[in-house]
């Protein structure tokens, strides 16, 4: 069973449909009870992020769904999905996240450089992704394929070298993916599921 982690906010059912059409059982969880026979997770996320965490507070999810990933349960994030695994959240003030990465996630700032490309705030559209050299679980499918991004914050975690795939504008990279000791699926970020291409279907 595919846990699809029902916060009350969310473009929860297109997600839902995804998995379906990718071939997978997926059912929305509320409860730890719900979440405790699941042999993987995915969170869809749109809210702000201390408003997300305060509902999983209130549901009791916070402490099982830190316990399902630390014990190697697949985790697949989209987009504040991926960004609630770090430890701090700088939208709105600084509220704590499930800490299960270390790092924090800021409000992009694009410098003069990059402001003169008339960048956005929120930054959306496609970008093409971009593989990060000598990661053995890099997902090759990815290379070169685009994802449609919506969001204005994004990840920076504190150990570089879990970082999977990025796409553009550097410094202030769009983090696709990761890797580490207790996250086996790649983890889009600001990535919006089901409207993607082929790549997108080959991730789930």
């Not at 694009?110 to 956005?120: D, I, K, S, W, Y």
């Not at 999977?164 to 600001?190: C, F, I, Y």
Request: proline share 8%; net charge neutral; with cysteine.
């Amino acid at each position: 069973m595919i846990a699809v982690i029902d916060y009350g906010m969310g473009n929860l059912r297109s997600v839902q449909k995804a998995l379906e059409r990718a071939g997978g059982d997926a059912r929305l969880v509320r409860t730890p009870p719900e979440l405790s026979g699941a042999q993987k997770i995915v969170f869809p996320g749109v809210a702000a992020f201390g408003d997300a965490m305060e509902q999983l507070r209130s549901q009791k999810l916070v402490e099982p769904i830190i316990a399902a990933v630390r014990s190697g349960t697949p985790y697949l994030g989209f987009c504040l999905g991926l960004q609630l695994l770090f430890e701090v959240g700088t939208e709105d003030g600084e509220h704590k996240g499930l800490g299960v990465l270390g790092g924090k996630v800021v409000k992009f700032d694009f410098g003069p450089e990059l402001a003169a490309q008339r960048l956005r705030i929120p930054h959306m559209g496609w970008k093409p992704d971009s593989l990060e050299a000598g990661l053995p679980n890099a997902p090759r499918h990815r290379a070169g394929a685009y994802a449609y991004f919506a969001h204005s914050y994004y990840p920076v975690p504190t150990d570089p070298s879990i970082v999977v795939t990025t796409t553009g504008l550097r410094p202030e990279l769009l983090l696709l993916g990761l890797e580490g000791q207790h996250l086996r699926d790649a983890v889009p970020s600001g990535e919006e599921p089901g409207r993607g291409p082929e790549a997108s279907w080959k991730t789930l």
